[in-house]
Nanobody, 124 residues
Framework: QVQLVESGGGLVQAGGSLRLSCAAS????????MGWFRQAPGKERVFVAA????????YYQDSLKGRFTISRDIAKNTVYLQMNSLKPEDTAVYSC?????????????????WGQGTQVTVSS
C-alpha cells in the first residue's frame, strides 16, 4: 500500500520559514518524480515544485522561485520543501504527490499518488 505522509506544517509569522517533509512508503521511491502542490481556501490546487527521481532536476512555479526549495533524500524515502520568507498568501494545505511518468510535471492528473496534506498558515 502506497503512503505519502506529510509533516512540518504549522503557524508561522510572515517572513518566517518552514520545512515540510513527505515520507513515502510502499513504492520504489527512486523511480518516481515527486511534487508539491498547495490549495488555499476556496481556490483550486496548484503546482508548487517538482523534483526528478534522482534529485538532480527541479522545477518550480515561477512566482515561488528563490523562496521555496525542493529536495529529496533517497536513503530516507523523503522529499522536502523548504519555504523561506513566507507570506500570508502562502497559507494553504500543502500536499506531496508521486508521478511515475518521465519528466517534471506541474499537472495534477499526471500524479499517481497523493498524501493527505499538511496545513501551513502564515500570519501577517
Amino acid at each position: 500500500q502506497v503512503q505519502l505522509v506529510e509533516s512540518g506544517g504549522g503557524l508561522v509569522q510572515a517572513g518566517g520559514s518552514l520545512r515540510l517533509s513527505c515520507a513515502a512508503s510502499g513504492l520504489t521511491f527512486t523511480v518516481y518524480t515527486m511534487g508539491w502542490f498547495r490549495q488555499a481556501p476556496g481556490k483550486e490546487r496548484v503546482f508548487v515544485a517538482a523534483i526528478s527521481w534522482n534529485g538532480i532536476s527541479t522545477y518550480y512555479q515561477d512566482s515561488l522561485k528563490g523562496r521555496f526549495t525542493i529536495s529529496r533524500d533517497i536513503a530516507k524515502n523523503t522529499v522536502y520543501l523548504q519555504m523561506n520568507s513566507l507570506k500570508p498568501e502562502d497559507t494553504a494545505v500543502y500536499s506531496c504527490a508521486a508521478d511515475l511518468g518521465l519528466g517534471l510535471s506541474s499537472t495534477i492528473y499526471e500524479y499517481d499518488y497523493w498524501g493527505q496534506g499538511t496545513q501551513v498558515t502564515v500570519s501577517s
